[in-house]
């Protein structure tokens, strides 16, 4: 190989300390009770970037009491949204003010380029203040159609105590996904990050301190699923679980939910498809393929991991996917040139190989990549960008989530056909289409089954527009107004006007 773009040096220097994460409990910052702690591994420098407290059932137990006693005195959830709002804003300031600091820790601690880490830091402080607006803006229904003597409203309350477990591969975003909306919603809430990237949610604790929300309203344990992710899942005083991770763990969490009946909402993997028709913009079809594909190292949930390319177009289409994937700067994280980065750990290396392996076992030829590689300089774990072609519907490569730089390429005839391979799938997160005919846009996005579909773009996203997936990418939505409705209950309010009531009791 390399005839890829490499990027060996870096212009972020590695911090001279290492960051020292700690749960944050009833608005204390503390170690765990045993004293236990756990390193992180730069994935792409081989250095320990961060020492993190590792909790367990001690640290979850108390977390889960504060945030119960913080809901249930309605320090927060019986503040005017206005307050909330305030109180939201400013976190956004602060998050602002960091992006940096919060950035280049994500960098380290996940293996993802500079550039992304920062857009996604910033970013977030937009999640923030869009649910800052909703705090304001929030409102139930009258029904004023009932009769002279009966009004009634349907009053929007807070769900209660939230739990919300994230994911490794947008720590930040994740969180800003969730939590901003649960408080705005009035929730309190427990948070534990993934325990690979669990610096950037420990030092968002001090920014919440400082804008001002009461103690217990946030509460943040470090530490491994099990004990602590399994027992925010299910424990009683906690009324509602979001989880975003593998379809796995999404499983498991629905079953030790239901013990006490608590709401779900789950966002999982994908299988993403983008579909490309002869007619379409081939150059920004074929390089936002390759976004789609290598954006996050393909470790994102909304990875474009299978295309469907029409057969007169197919050769030369990869060609062309295959010319821009060498040219995607590739290496050193910290270098803010890089488009894509390290392997989040070792294991996973070696898992998305297998998957390759057993792809090309399969049948399936590789045009670009397809093994790991070494970075001259840097002491982490890197896999080059692949594409795979000779991919057919029943291989393991076009049907499961790889979660890593990894195309897997399909062709297809018709539109009926393009749709039926586009459905012939257990996930149904987002797909996507590139076609300069309204008409089959249109029928491919009432057809297809995903939460999300893009038509000519890819991945283009809005704190207003909702998020989510069908089938076993999840349920509930993230996001949008259907996002912060997930954090409330809905209650009807009865109310009789005057002593109209007739007796059920007949007393003659
Ligand atoms: P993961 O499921 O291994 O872990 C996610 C979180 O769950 C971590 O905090 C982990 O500690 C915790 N966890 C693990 N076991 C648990 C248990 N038994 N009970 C409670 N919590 C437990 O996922 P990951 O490897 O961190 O992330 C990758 C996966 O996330 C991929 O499948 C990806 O598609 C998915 N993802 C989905 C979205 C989406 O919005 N749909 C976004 C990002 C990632």
Redesign the pocket.
């Known amino acids: 190989m390399t005839d890829l773009h490499i990027i060996s040096g870096q212009t972020v220097a590695l911090p001279a300390t290492i960051f020292q994460a700690r749960h944050f409990i009833d608005g204390v910052a503390r170690d765990s009770a045993d004293g236990l702690r756990s390193d992180r591994i730069s994935p792409s420098h081989g250095v320990v970037v961060s020492q993190a407290a590792l909790g367990s059932a001690a640290e979850a137990e108390a977390a889960i009491r504060a945030a119960r006693a913080a809901f249930d005195d309605g320090r927060w959830s019986r503040l005017s949204g206005k307050a909330r709002a305030a109180v939201l804003n400013r976190v956004a300031d602060l998050i602002e003010a960091n992006v940096e600091t919060l950035a280049v820790i994500e960098t380290l601690e996940s293996g993802k380029p500079i550039a992304q880490a920062r857009g996604e830091c910033a970013g977030a402080a937009d999640l923030w203040r869009y649910a800052a607006s909703l705090a304001r803006t929030s409102q139930g229904d009258s029904h004023n159609t009932l009769g002279t003597d009966i009004l009634a409203v349907v009053l929007k309350e807070p769900v209660g105590v939230v739990s919300i477990?994230?994911?490794?591969?947008?720590p930040f975003w994740?969180l800003s996904q969730k939590l901003p909306f649960a408080l705005a919603a009035g929730c309190t809430c427990v948070v534990?990050?993934?325990?690979m990237t669990p610096s950037s949610t420990a030092m968002l604790a001090g920014m919440l301190a400082e804008a001002g929300l009461p103690a217990g309203v946030c509460n943040i344990v470090l530490g491994?699923?099990?004990p602590v992710?399994?027992l925010m899942?299910s424990h009683a005083d906690v009324d509602m679980v979001t989880?975003?991770?593998?379809?796995a763990?999404g499983r498991?969490?629905t079953k030790v939910a239901g013990d006490t009946l608590k709401k779900v909402a789950l966002?999982?993997?994908?299988k993403n498809p983008q579909v490309i028709f002869p007619d379409c913009d081939l150059e920004g079809a074929a390089d936002a393929v390759t976004f789609g594909i290598f954006f996050n190292v393909g470790q994102c949930?909304n990875s474009s991991s299978r295309i469907l390319v029409h057969e007169k177009i197919a050769d030369a289409f990869v060609e062309r996917v295959v010319d821009l994937s060498r040219k995607v700067a590739f290496g050193n994280p910290l270098h803010p040139d890089t488009q894509v980065g390290a392997i989040v750990t070792p294991e996973h290396r070696d898992r998305i190989d297998a998957c390759v392996r057993a792809a090309i076992a399969a049948g399936a030829r590789v045009c670009l990549g397809g093994s790991s590689l070494t970075v001259p300089g840097l002491r982490g774990q890197f896999y080059q960008p692949t594409v795979l072609r000779g991919v057919t519907p029943d291989m393991a490569i076009a049907r499961e989530?790889v979660?890593g730089p990894v195309l897997a390429v399909l062709t297809f005839r018709t539109l009926d056909e393009a749709i039926a391979l586009a459905n012939d799938a257990t996930y149904g997160?987002s797909a996507g289409i590139w076609c300069d005919n309204m008409h089959t846009c249109l029928e491919f996005g009432r057809r297809v089954q995903a939460g999300t579909v893009w038509t000519n773009t890819w991945m283009d996203g809005f704190p207003e527009v909702t998020f989510g997936?069908v089938k076993q990418?999840?349920q509930g939505r993230e996001i949008g107004s259907y996002g912060f409705d997930e954090f409330l209950e809905v209650k009807s309010l009865v109310m009789r006007i005057g002593r109209t009531r007739a007796p059920w009791v007949n007393q003659a």
């Open positions: 477990i994230t994911p490794w591969n947008f994740i534990k990050p993934s325990e491994y699923g099990n992710g399994s899942a989880f975003t991770g593998s379809t763990v498991t969490i966002e999982l993997g994908g949930c989530e979660f997160l997936g990418s999840g």
